[in-house]
């Protein structure tokens, strides 16, 4: 049993190391080709993931399955960026993070090869909630002067702290819900999610209110003191929403040049979207190294582009971006089609994409990759499960569920993204 614990723990403290490693460190600055000391910090933290990660899996006897199919597809679309970075003249600062993603992908498929996926899962959630804690408590200042919460440590933007919250806060409460709650849990759901509204994201927080309904509605009963909290706060968020300025300042926040925040956003869309069809970079884009466009008519030179989706468009084209359109659908799908036991995988994934629409991410070195590759390797289409395979749901032990069928993995590399430093 001290082994198994020893193991776990090294499990997180990679996840850990991971984390940090595809966390921004400096603010408003990507990555170009040219080496620095933070571009070399980074890389020499993803190489102590990938040691430990390697170690590990020798360590143990038999190497578990991993899906193969959606790792093979990201591959693919971090091929396809290559080609458009090879023709738009930015090979070089794409490959660098073309290899940086496969190390990343590589060390995710060795955790995944070691431990069952709800083992997998956890230790992400327990990394993300080490993590985004430290960040909470150390940013609490920025709260304390009105401003919205974020890293102080590394300068972490609240868009990127309330994935590291948002993780650990629907874990707590889908334990919570599913009628296994602890006071720990209790906490650890209260904590993380009052973090997340402190970061005011607007996207996110949209995004983690329809998982917690995902949550709720996948849990097949619910405690009678979680039932009464869940009806008395809705007069409550009622109140709130009139008796105070809460959700007016959420929506019209300072600096924001409307109620959305899309309008300088929506000026990089067009931009892309306006890629003449006749040429390559509509097809295969121009590489992972754009992140910005050149914007005219407006009294800034260039917008960062605000979606993964539109990201996706600008790096790899119409191919690319369709081939990872089918890949999250494919991955959603899975999901759901195993009920009620994957409900929190589902709310994870869901709580993602929507977030992906407003936020970049999906093809970035980030949080969000890494939690979306854990899934996705994890997870097969029913025809690649064994028949008498038997896995609790997600975050229980064996001994609170005695048998429920469960998918399995197989082995495989992939590929896919790209870093902000």
């Not at 993070?97 to 070691?114: D, E, F, K, M, Q």
């Not at 190294?289 to 989706?309: A, F, H, I, P």
């Not at 659908?329 to 992906?356: D, E, K, Q, W, Y």
Request: charged share 10%; net charge positive.
């Amino acid at each position: 049993m001290s082994e198994t614990r020893s193991r776990a723990a090294a499990a997180v403290v990679i996840w850990i190391i991971l984390i940090a490693s595809v966390t921004a460190w400096r603010k408003g600055v990507y990555f170009e080709g040219d080496l620095d000391g933070v571009v070399l910090a980074k890389g020499i933290l993803q190489g102590v993931a990938l040691g430990m990660a390697l170690l590990l899996q020798r360590a143990h006897v038999t190497a578990l399955p991993v899906a193969g199919g959606p790792l093979l597809a990201v591959l693919a679309v971090l091929a396809i960026s290559l080609v458009g970075a090879i023709h738009s003249g930015s090979f070089a600062a794409s490959a660098v993070l073309a290899v940086r993603i496969v190390l990343l992908i590589v060390t995710v498929v060795l955790l995944v090869s070691v431990f069952p996926r709800e083992a997998v899962l956890l230790q992400l959630t327990i990394a993300a909630g080490i993590v985004g804690g430290v960040l909470v408590v150390s940013g609490l200042g920025t709260v304390a002067g009105g401003g919205r919460l974020e890293g102080t440590i590394i300068p972490v933007s609240p868009n990127g702290l309330v994935v590291l919250c948002a993780l650990p806060a629907l874990a707590a409460i889908h334990r919570v819900v599913s009628r296994r709650a602890t006071p720990g849990a209790v906490v650890a759901a209260l904590f993380y999610t009052l973090a997340c509204v402190a970061t005011q994201s607007r996207t996110a927080l949209l995004g983690l209110a329809v998982a917690i309904v995902i949550l709720v509605l996948g849990a097949s009963t619910i405690q009678r003191w979680v039932a009464f909290v869940m009806i008395v706060s809705v007069p409550a968020i009622f109140v709130v929403a009139i008796r105070t300025s809460f959700f007016e300042s959420l929506l019209n926040r300072e600096g924001s040049p409307s109620d959305l925040t899309l309008n300088s956003r929506t000026i990089a869309w067009e931009v892309v979207l306006q890629t003449p069809v006749e040429s390559l970079q509509k097809w295969v884009g121009a590489g992972l190294s754009v992140k910005t466009v050149r914007v005219q008519g407006q009294y800034w030179n260039e917008q960062v582009l605000d979606s993964s989706w539109v990201s996706a468009l600008a790096q790899t084209g119409l191919i690319g971006t369709a081939v990872l359109a089918v890949v999250v659908t494919t991955v959603l799908v899975v999901n759901l089609r195993g009920g009620r036991r994957n409900a929190l995988p589902v709310a994870v994934l869901v709580f993602l994409l929507i977030r992906t629409f407003l936020e970049t991410g999906l093809l970035d070195a980030s949080v969000t990759f890494l939690v979306f590759v854990a899934l996705a390797s994890t997870f097969v289409p029913a025809r690649h499960r064994q028949p008498e395979r038997h896995e609790p749901p997600w975050g229980t032990t064996a001994g609170q569920v005695q048998s429920r069928t469960g998918p399995t993995r197989r082995v495989s590399d992939g590929t896919r993204s790209n870093a902000a430093i």
